[in-house]
């Protein structure tokens, strides 16, 4: 199956600092989202983008489905972006979604 | 409001008694799925459903059970539970198969013992 690898595991920032998460895929993909776990748990969908950017607010992100990779930026962060960010494709053929293994994201006052 | 709603949020059970697990979308999606997270294996699917009355197993179908009846509803079975099934499930829906926006419903935290 298709191998999915977000970089890096861990991340600690300052309050105010900006942030860029990779996630690699290793197939051609029909969709890819961006997911963020906050710390109760809660999934919430961030951007579903194929490809291409989009924004909102201060996170935004880039596919490029040709190179097999996305990134999500983040900026100016707050404490509340702290959580785990997960990105999740859809290999092509596939009815499933495969999530990579996140990224743990603490932002410190 | 738009949701993807599971029950309970937290259950702590005995090894080899039955349990559902409740899922209900209000978004008239077709595609629903459930998943479990385990610490860092991330997220695996479980079972998937295109449509009333279709259903298909995903990564780790093993133990469990679905049944699509009625659009909304998507419950999760363990038919006979094992502390290797303690973990944090999510449902989770979509307009038209995995290629669309997924919702994920609140989780609900499964200990067997």
């Known amino acids: 199956g298709i191998q999915v690898e977000q970089s890096p595991p861990d991340l600690i920032l300052q309050e105010g600092a900006n942030s860029t998460l990779r996630c690699n895929f290793s197939d051609s993909v029909n969709n890819l989202q961006w997911f963020h776990q906050n710390p109760w748990g809660q999934l919430i969908n961030l951007f579903y983008?194929?490809?291409g950017t989009k924004q909102n607010g201060r996170l935004s992100a880039t596919t490029v489905a040709t190179e097999r990779y996305s990134l999500l930026y983040i900026s100016s962060s707050q404490t509340t972006d702290s959580g785990v960010y997960f990105c999740a494709v859809e290999e092509t053929g596939a009815n499933n979604l495969f999530f990579g293994t996140g990224t743990r994201l603490t932002v410190i006052p | 409001e738009a949701q993807v709603t599971q029950n309970p949020r937290y259950l702590i059970t005995v090894t080899g008694k039955k349990l559902t697990v409740t899922c209900s979308q209000n978004m008239n999606h077709e595609y629903m799925s459930w998943y479990r997270q385990d610490p860092g294996l991330g997220l695996r699917q479980i079972y998937y459903s295109m449509n009333v009355e279709v259903t298909d197993k995903g990564d780790v179908p093993e133990g469990y059970k679905v049944s699509r009846k009625e659009k909304r509803n998507f419950p999760l079975i363990l038919e006979s539970p094992s502390p290797n099934q303690t973990s944090l499930y999510f449902c989770a829906s979509s307009f038209e198969g995995a290629d669309t926006e997924a919702f994920f419903g609140q989780g609900t935290r499964l200990t067997v013992v």
């Open positions: 983008i194929p490809s």
